[in-house]
Protein backbone atom coordinates (compact mmCIF):
# COMPACT_ATOMS: atom_id res chain seq x y z
CA UNK A 1 0.00 0.00 0.00
CA UNK A 2 1.20 3.47 -1.01
CA UNK A 3 1.50 6.33 1.20
CA UNK A 4 -0.19 9.38 0.61
CA UNK A 5 2.03 11.92 -0.29
CA UNK A 6 -0.44 15.02 1.14
CA UNK A 7 -3.87 14.88 2.87
CA UNK A 8 -5.56 18.08 4.22
CA UNK A 9 -7.31 18.80 7.30
CA UNK A 10 -9.43 21.74 6.80
CA UNK A 11 -7.14 24.12 5.47
CA UNK A 12 -3.83 22.69 6.68
CA UNK A 13 -1.74 20.96 4.05
CA UNK A 14 0.00 17.97 5.32
CA UNK A 15 3.11 17.21 3.48
CA UNK A 16 5.67 14.43 3.35
CA UNK A 17 8.66 15.60 2.28
CA UNK A 18 12.30 14.18 1.78
CA UNK A 19 15.17 16.56 2.68
CA UNK A 20 19.08 16.58 0.95
CA UNK A 21 20.69 19.22 3.66
CA UNK A 22 23.97 20.63 2.37
CA UNK A 23 23.46 20.99 -1.14
CA UNK A 24 24.13 23.58 -3.36
CA UNK A 25 21.32 25.19 -3.10
CA UNK A 26 17.53 25.38 -1.92
CA UNK A 27 15.25 23.40 -4.39
CA UNK A 28 12.19 21.42 -4.60
CA UNK A 29 13.30 18.98 -6.89
CA UNK A 30 10.22 16.58 -7.34
CA UNK A 31 8.86 13.63 -6.22
CA UNK A 32 10.90 10.98 -4.68
CA UNK A 33 8.47 7.94 -3.87
CA UNK A 34 5.52 9.65 -1.72
CA UNK A 35 7.68 12.48 -0.60
CA UNK A 36 8.54 15.72 -2.22
CA UNK A 37 12.20 15.83 -2.22
CA UNK A 38 13.78 19.21 -1.05
CA UNK A 39 17.30 20.24 -1.49
CA UNK A 40 18.34 22.48 1.45
CA UNK A 41 21.54 24.51 1.48
CA UNK A 42 22.05 24.53 5.23
CA UNK A 43 23.38 21.86 6.98
CA UNK A 44 21.71 19.49 9.40
CA UNK A 45 23.37 21.23 12.76
CA UNK A 46 21.49 22.61 15.30
CA UNK A 47 18.22 22.67 13.45
CA UNK A 48 19.96 25.05 10.65
CA UNK A 49 18.32 22.40 7.95
CA UNK A 50 14.70 22.44 9.32
CA UNK A 51 14.54 26.43 9.63
CA UNK A 52 15.80 26.53 6.11
CA UNK A 53 13.31 24.25 5.17
CA UNK A 54 10.22 26.09 6.87
CA UNK A 55 11.34 29.20 5.06
CA UNK A 56 11.77 27.43 1.68
CA UNK A 57 7.76 26.09 2.19
CA UNK A 58 6.55 29.04 3.55
CA UNK A 59 7.91 30.77 -0.14
CA UNK A 60 7.00 28.21 -2.11
CA UNK A 61 3.29 27.39 -0.71
CA UNK A 62 3.54 32.16 -0.39
CA UNK A 63 2.28 31.46 3.65
CA UNK A 64 4.32 33.47 6.51
CA UNK A 65 7.52 30.65 7.97
CA UNK A 66 4.76 30.81 11.41
CA UNK A 67 2.15 28.45 9.04
CA UNK A 68 4.87 26.18 8.39
CA UNK A 69 5.39 23.54 10.88
CA UNK A 70 7.23 20.48 11.25
CA UNK A 71 5.23 17.42 12.80
CA UNK A 72 7.40 14.54 12.70
CA UNK A 73 11.05 14.09 11.81
CA UNK A 74 12.73 17.29 12.84
CA UNK A 75 16.07 14.50 13.35
CA UNK A 76 15.58 12.59 10.36
CA UNK A 77 15.45 13.29 6.19
CA UNK A 78 11.81 12.18 5.91
CA UNK A 79 9.17 14.62 7.39
CA UNK A 80 5.73 15.61 7.94
CA UNK A 81 5.25 19.04 7.35
CA UNK A 82 1.92 21.22 7.97
CA UNK A 83 1.45 24.20 5.99
CA UNK A 84 -1.73 26.27 7.14
CA UNK A 85 -3.64 28.25 4.54
CA UNK A 86 -1.49 27.72 1.72
CA UNK A 87 -1.81 29.68 -1.16
CA UNK A 88 -0.24 27.55 -3.63
CA UNK A 89 -0.40 23.83 -4.76
CA UNK A 90 1.66 20.95 -5.88
CA UNK A 91 0.30 20.75 -9.24
CA UNK A 92 3.85 22.27 -10.16
CA UNK A 93 5.11 18.49 -9.18
CA UNK A 94 2.09 16.11 -10.14
CA UNK A 95 3.53 12.95 -11.21
Known amino acids: ???????????????QVH???SAKQNKIVGWHGAKLKIQISAPPIDGKANDQLNKVLAQYFAVPKKHVVI?????????LVCISNPKRNL???SR
Do not use: A, C, T
Open 1 to 15: MERKSHYWKGYDLYL
Open 19 to 21: INP
Open 71 to 79: VKGEQGQDK
Open 91 to 93: DEF
